[in-house]
């Protein structure tokens, strides 16, 4: 079950996207990568969204905050939040459920299952999100 | 070898982390709710927002900024009309919906869920990564410290919200 690699107990970028990709071989190892990041980025996300709302005493100052938040760019990271917030939530839910019971044989359809929803959140909150920006416009 | 040695884990470290483990589950449970209720009412159009048209009104009537633009505390800044169909946080929207105490409770609920569970989980990643027992616990403090401080601005920033309206 081992993990082939060249040179081993070396971490770097290529074996961290190598395992993230290679989820059909090591989902376990993928899942725990990708709850890691998306809790890390989470993190950076709610300690940067606190400072930013200390601004609610002040409406001038939280009317410029929100703008900021109003462009494209900004519309595509919220999107990323969303998947971050989706992808952590379902598998944390998996990862409570496996250690409850202490099932693991069906761990790989779990985690399809985590993908899957996933998916679908990012799929129907991102159109929603963007719908303004960058759907409505190429309609007729 | 004493588990102290092995991993350098005073007995109470121990239980904290084994508390902190059911800590994780219980406020990860908390926030599938309360973070997905706060996604759903402040990112995704809904009555807790202002639609395009009433933020545009709202533009032109001079309701949003009611100081001058020069006055700004950042400098050049301008605001910006809704696009058709999109939907924008308002100050006052937000206002109005935390002058219900159940909202205030809501919202620090949410508060506290996610700053201690990022901050439990901050403390098993570093747990991981760094070896040198005393830099771990200096880190670990520290966070906790700064999640504390955080809890404190954020509770003060929602219990005020409203209160000078009314
Ligand atoms: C949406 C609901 C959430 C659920 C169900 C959830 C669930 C979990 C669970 C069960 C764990 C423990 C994993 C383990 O012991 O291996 C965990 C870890 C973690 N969570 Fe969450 N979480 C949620 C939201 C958040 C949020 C909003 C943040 C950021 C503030 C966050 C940050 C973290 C971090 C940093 C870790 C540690 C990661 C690690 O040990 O690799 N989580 N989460």
């Given at each position: 079950m081992l993990h082939k690699r060249e040179r081993p107990g070396s971490p770097s970028f290529r074996t961290f996207l190598s395992t993230v990709f290679s989820y059909r071989k090591n989902a376990g190892m993928a899942a725990w990568m990708l709850h890691r990041l998306t809790g890390l980025a989470l993190v950076l996300y709610l300690v940067m969204h606190i400072i930013g709302l200390?601004?609610?005493?002040d409406p001038v100052l939280f009317e410029i905050y929100v703008t900021t938040f109003r462009s494209p760019l900004f519309k595509i990271a919220e999107v990323m939040l969303l998947g971050s917030i989706a992808f952590h939530g379902f598998n944390g839910l998996r990862i409570a459920i496996q250690d409850a019971f202490?099932?693991?044989?069906?761990q790989r359809r779990m985690f399809y299952g985590v993908l899957a929803f996933t998916a679908a959140v990012v799929i129907v909150g991102g159109l929603v999100i963007l719908y303004p920006y960058f759907i409505k416009p190429l309609l007729p | 070898m004493s588990p102290r040695e092995e991993t350098g884990e005073r007995l109470s470290e121990k239980r904290f982390r084994a508390v902190g483990w059911l800590m994780q589950r219980i406020t990860g449970l908390g926030l599938v709710l309360f973070l997905g209720l706060h996604f759903l009412l402040q990112?995704?159009?809904?009555?807790?927002l202002a639609t395009a048209e009433e933020y545009n009104r709202m533009l032109q009537q001079g309701e949003v900024l009611?100081?001058?633009?020069?006055?700004?505390?950042?400098g050049a800044w301008a605001p910006k009309e809704a696009l058709p169909g999109e939907h924008v946080i308002t100050y006052s929207k937000v206002v109005e919906r935390l002058q219900s105490p159940l909202w205030k409770v809501i919202d620090i609920s949410l508060l506290l869920l996610a700053l201690s569970h990022g901050m439990q989980g901050l403390s098993k990643v570093l747990g991981d990564y760094v070896a040198r027992v005393r830099l771990r616990r200096t880190l670990v403090a520290l966070g906790w410290i700064a999640a504390a401080l955080l809890a404190w601005e954020g509770i003060r920033v929602i219990l005020a919200a409203g209160m000078n309206i009314g």
């Amino acid at each position: 079950m081992l993990h082939k690699r060249e040179r081993p107990g070396s971490p770097s970028f290529r074996t961290f996207l190598s395992t993230v990709f290679s989820y059909r071989k090591n989902a376990g190892m993928a899942a725990w990568m990708l709850h890691r990041l998306t809790g890390l980025a989470l993190v950076l996300y709610l300690v940067m969204h606190i400072i930013g709302l200390r601004s609610l005493t002040d409406p001038v100052l939280f009317e410029i905050y929100v703008t900021t938040f109003r462009s494209p760019l900004f519309k595509i990271a919220e999107v990323m939040l969303l998947g971050s917030i989706a992808f952590h939530g379902f598998n944390g839910l998996r990862i409570a459920i496996q250690d409850a019971f202490y099932r693991s044989e069906n761990q790989r359809r779990m985690f399809y299952g985590v993908l899957a929803f996933t998916a679908a959140v990012v799929i129907v909150g991102g159109l929603v999100i963007l719908y303004p920006y960058f759907i409505k416009p190429l309609l007729p | 070898m004493s588990p102290r040695e092995e991993t350098g884990e005073r007995l109470s470290e121990k239980r904290f982390r084994a508390v902190g483990w059911l800590m994780q589950r219980i406020t990860g449970l908390g926030l599938v709710l309360f973070l997905g209720l706060h996604f759903l009412l402040q990112h995704l159009p809904n009555g807790f927002l202002a639609t395009a048209e009433e933020y545009n009104r709202m533009l032109q009537q001079g309701e949003v900024l009611m100081q001058q633009e020069s006055q700004s505390p950042k400098g050049a800044w301008a605001p910006k009309e809704a696009l058709p169909g999109e939907h924008v946080i308002t100050y006052s929207k937000v206002v109005e919906r935390l002058q219900s105490p159940l909202w205030k409770v809501i919202d620090i609920s949410l508060l506290l869920l996610a700053l201690s569970h990022g901050m439990q989980g901050l403390s098993k990643v570093l747990g991981d990564y760094v070896a040198r027992v005393r830099l771990r616990r200096t880190l670990v403090a520290l966070g906790w410290i700064a999640a504390a401080l955080l809890a404190w601005e954020g509770i003060r920033v929602i219990l005020a919200a409203g209160m000078n309206i009314g």
